[in-house]
């Protein structure tokens, strides 16, 4: 696709913001506690009551129904109203924009113009949306809302489903299963476009974003999955670390995770779902994401004629890059990955529910100890979450970043990783950082993409 520049979308460059001078100063360890503290503090439990007035839809009797318990102190029935209906007209605003944006880039055929300026419309709106969260932040102190709407399940009703004496086995996505290319767009960075197919295991619909470099053929694909709660999909302006690959002739690949940005059920928040039904939860979004990452590693191969893909991504994308080569090792090698990147990863995947300052922060343990769970029966699930070695692929072909401050991912279980899966000291790169820091500091330290870069790339 040829159009002059005046036609391209403008995306953020590397230098926007974070990825300039202040990024240089948030990268730091003093960071990560603040940011413990601000989501445990305000992120959480505003987006609690933001999914609960999304639900509720202008409704406030139902809003504080949705809220998940009874509001410690109960606001007036005016501040409710102010924090209600802006939302609820963001929502109807975004899902206007979200039925043109179908409609012009899956459906009726349009221009190239008329795309762009539904991607900026979209954008727009979706970015409204996700701010709206603005609007409940004054409730928070009075109402004293969750951070998450627990639904933890019962020992004996996990047992039901999940036996530890028997092997988890994941079957590969069946060679009928294609996903649906949207039309594409040129930007500043290259050119756009989307990805989307009914989910296998989920039943909802799984989307991806693909960014791919000017005037290279064929090139390799790195498919790099977000961590938690991490929507940026959804949001405008946020400078992307990984999108540094597309000046090395990389097609870089965004899958969204089941339960985030678009796949985003009703009435809850980004990866809020997997955390209120751990340890259920948790097992389930790893099962679907590997089939997922399967069928969209078939597509990137065929898509340029067999050249290398690498499976990658950050803290809870990366759990999931390591569940899903472990498991697919019995798989067609078209449905595998050639190289894996790990950032702040453990392999101690199945205790994090107890072992992480992050589920701390929205109260996980106490929600699993008040359903009559221990971190002992937790473990005996490990298994389905765990790997257990050797390296499902050559360890030269696998690298890893590890904050040694980390206490989201804790590095020692990053290190554990390291040593089972025996990867070479130079593929594994270490920060005096924690886990946030360590994430923005892949903006301008950026040595684990160089390498996976190498790698894709033939030296």
Known sequence: ????????????????????????????????????????????????????????????????????????????????????????????????????????????????????????????ASHSRFASRRHVVPLVRSIRPPSV???IP????????????????????AATMRL????????????????????????????VHVYEPDNVENPPTAILCHGLGVETEM???????TLCLLRRGIRVVHPSAPGHNRRCAPG????????????????????????????????????????????????????????????SRD???ECRPDFLLLATSSALAGTLSYDSSLAAAVGLPAALTAQGWTRETLARLASFTDPAGPAPLQPERIFMLLGSR???????????????????????????RGHFSAAIGLLFDAGPYDALADALCGG
């Not at 039309?183 to 295991?201: C, F, V």
């Not at 949001?235 to 670390?241: L, R």
Request: no cysteine; glycine share 8%; net charge neutral.
């Open 149 to 151: 709407r627990f639904a």
């Open 268 to 327: 809850w928040y980004g990866g809020e779902q997997m955390l209120a039904t751990q340890p259920i939860g948790a097992i389930e979004m790893l099962q679907a994401a590997s089939v997922e990452l399967g069928m969209l590693i078939r597509w990137a191969r065929a898509a340029s004629h067999g050249a290398p893909v690498a499976l990658g991504g950050t803290s809870l994308g990366a759990l999931t890059t390591q569940f899903m080569a472990d498991r």
């Open 180 to 207: 649906e290319t949207s039309r594409r767009i040129a930007t500043n960075l290259g050119t756009e476009y989307w990805l989307r197919a009914p989910s296998p295991m989920s039943g909802d619909t799984f989307w």
């Open 406 to 432: 980390d206490t989201v991912t804790p590095y020692d279980g990053g290190v554990v990783l390291a040593k089972l899966w025996d990867l070479p000291v130079a593929n594994v790169f270490l920060a005096d």
């Open 154 to 173: 019962g020992i004996d009703d996990v047992a039901a489903r999940f036996d530890p004496a028997k092997p988890l086995r994941i079957e590969p996505p």
């Open 1 to 124: 696709m040829t159009v002059a520049n005046s036609e391209r979308l403008i995306r953020p460059q590397r230098g926007a913001f974070l990825g300039g001078p202040i990024g240089r100063i948030v990268a730091r360890p003093w960071f990560d506690p603040v940011m413990l503290w601000s989501l445990r503090r305000q992120a959480f439990p505003s987006s609690r009551l933001w999914a609960a007035a999304l639900a509720a839809e202008g409704d406030r009797d139902r809003f504080l129904a949705e809220i998940g318990r009874a509001p410690a102190r109960m606001p007036s029935r005016s501040a409710l109203q102010r924090a209600v209906q802006p939302i609820a007209a963001a929502n109807d605003a975004f899902r206007t924009a979200d039925r043109a944006w179908l409609e012009g880039f899956f459906g009726v055929d349009t221009t190239q113009g008329r795309l762009i300026d539904l991607e900026r419309a979209w954008r727009h």
């Open 331 to 333: 798989w067609p090698g």
């Open 235 to 241: 949001m405008n302006g946020v400078v992307d670390s």
